[in-house]
């Protein structure tokens, strides 16, 4: 009978020893981010010190201290090898298909987020993170304070919806139709993107089409482009929002990685500009 107890006792110790490695073994600690959005999100969690490798998109202060593997397209299989993450993480809208089969075949664990057109395809994303990395509880808080946020923004939008151009480049000029992010956080801010007619994503357009439409609100994004955004639209001055001078550059790195606290800041800066 002793025998048999301490043989249990034994045995019941050893499971506890595996259990406790496997649960310490749980959460990756070596990451590399093949996109600034999945860096963004991550940061948002509190995950820093796993990330182990960024693209070279990233702000200078977040690949500090931070290998870089290449670009979302292009990402160094190399470098990313000899980091040896237990986890890599891409996005099916920002990284190549073909880039993340061809790391899974080499045996790393490779986690690949969702597109996103709206704010709920951005939450399943947040949560998927959290799962990973164990942070649900504090992801739900999140996202149930954004939320509530989010709700009273509804109660404040404008009857009459303004009519906004975004312009995501200038040569050539580039907009967004309905199945888009941002044609979702234009409705969300109260206004109405003049192509949510057009199923297509990102769309060559041209200025003759644009001027038809007539935007009341131009939003301007696109690397380095500055001023020009602002000197391209002196030269229509028939256009409404070049009268009213309602042309705005706003934030590509906020607009373009979004997390959940970025959506509410974007939504929040629409607000205030839709009611300028």
């Not at 499971?15 to 070596?30: D, F, H, S, V, W």
């Not at 969300?188 to 038809?212: L, M, P, Q, R």
């Not at 706003?250 to 607009?255: A, I, P, S, T």
């Amino acid at each position: 009978m002793k025998k048999n107890l301490t043989f249990s006792i034994i045995c019941f110790g050893i499971a506890c020893l595996l259990n406790a490695g496997e649960i310490q073994k749980k959460y990756p600690e070596r990451v590399v981010s093949l996109g600034p959005y999945i860096t963004e999100n991550l940061l948002l969690l509190g995950i820093n010190k796993e990330i182990v490798g960024v693209t070279i998109h990233e702000k200078p202060e977040i690949k500090k201290n931070r290998e870089t593997v290449g670009t979302l397209l292009d990402p160094n299989i190399e470098v990313i090898i000899k980091l040896k993450p237990d986890l890599v993480i891409a996005s099916k809208e920002g990284n190549r298909k073909q880039t993340i089969e061809k790391i899974k075949n080499l045996g790393i664990r490779v986690e690949t987020l969702q597109e996103i057109i709206t704010y709920d395809d951005l939450k399943k994303n947040f949560f998927l993170l959290a799962r990973i990395f164990g942070k649900t509880d504090i992801a739900n808080q999140i996202i149930s304070d954004i939320d509530k946020k989010l709700t009273a923004f509804r109660k404040t939008q404008p009857k009459n919806k303004k009519r906004v151009f975004w312009q995501l480049g200038t040569r050539p000029l580039v907009t967004v139709g309905e199945n888009t992010y941002f044609n979702q956080l234009t409705l969300i801010a109260g206004g109405s993107n003049i192509f949510s007619d057009i199923k297509t994503k990102y769309i060559t357009i041209s200025i003759e089409k644009v001027i038809k439409r007539n935007p009341e609100i131009i939003i301007g994004m696109g690397m380095g482009e500055g001023s020009e955004i602002f000197d391209f639209w002196k030269q229509f001055k028939n256009v409404e929002a070049v009268k009213k001078n309602s042309i705005f550059k706003v934030d590509d790195y906020m607009f373009c990685s979004p997390t959940p606290e970025s959506f509410l800041k974007s939504v929040e800066l629409l607000m205030k500009i839709l009611k300028n």
